[in-house]
């Protein structure tokens, strides 16, 4: 398995608080991501990231925020969380190689509950 | 603008069966696809991916999927099935190029079942 480490692995919280989601990951790719998963949605990209400091809203980014300050780590932040946002949380990773993005990578996602 | 379309929501099997999950795609640019396969309460694995050249292509555990442009379709099938195949399969779409570019879009996901 690629070494994508996602903390925590479930969290039950009230509406209102903040959230912070964590992914680390030990293969220096450069790309990382955030989906969230509901039934009959598949997987939805919430934001990404090309590199330390750089990241991107994807398709369903309203109410989150990202941060990637160093290689390895890519946090998640629900700055009021809301039970809209109840859902599992999967990170995923990729890199280059002779200019081809390679096929992500996923961790094994974070349950949030809010109540 | 990119978008994948899974017909089933659930397919069931029987074991030894044929398996054939469903996947089309809408892509502006050429696509890359992808099929990934979901263990309960686990992330998602990848089974099998066309970027360019052949357009059948050969994944793990026996799936394998060809590329139909004109069909815009990327279908997975397996020959017979397994008990261990039962999961949530994921058909994903990228873009070769342009904004979408190492972005996925994924289906809605279809829940294989396999009956002894």
């Known amino acids: 398995d690629a070494g994508i480490t996602q903390s925590p692995r479930h969290k039950v919280t009230e509406t209102g608080t903040p959230v912070t989601l964590r992914c680390h990951q030990t293969e220096n790719h450069r790309y990382m991501y955030w989906y969230r998963q509901d039934p009959g949605h598949g997987l939805r990209l919430i934001h990404y990231?090309?590199?330390?400091?750089?990241?991107d809203k994807g398709e369903v980014s309203d109410g989150y925020s990202v941060s990637r300050s160093k290689t390895e780590d890519f946090l998640l932040t629900l700055e009021s969380a809301t039970s809209s946002q109840t859902s599992v949380y999967f990170c995923?990773?990729?890199?280059?190689?002779?200019?081809?993005?390679?096929?992500?990578?996923f961790g094994d996602g974070t349950r949030l509950s809010i109540l | 603008a990119q978008s994948v379309t899974q017909l089933g929501s659930h397919v069931s099997v029987s074991e030894g069966a044929l398996v054939l999950l469903r996947c089309n795609y809408s892509s502006s640019v050429p696509p890359y696809l992808f099929w990934y396969v979901q263990y309960p309460n686990q992330g998602l694995q990848l089974l099998l991916k066309?970027?360019?050249?052949?357009?059948l292509v050969k994944g793990i555990n026996g799936f394998e999927a060809e590329f139909k442009k004109s069909e815009t379709s990327f279908h997975l099938t397996k020959p017979s099935a397994h008990m261990s195949d039962a999961a949530e399969y994921f058909c994903?779409?990228?873009?070769?190029?342009?904004?979408?570019?190492?972005?996925?879009?994924f289906g809605q996901g279809t829940i294989l079942t396999v009956h002894p």
């Open positions: 066309y970027t360019t050249g052949a357009t």
């Open positions: 995923a990773i990729s890199e280059s190689n002779g200019g081809l993005r390679q096929p992500q990578h």
């Open positions: 994903a779409v990228s873009s070769s190029r342009g904004t979408s570019y190492g972005k996925l879009t």
């Open positions: 990231s090309y590199g330390v400091k750089d990241t």
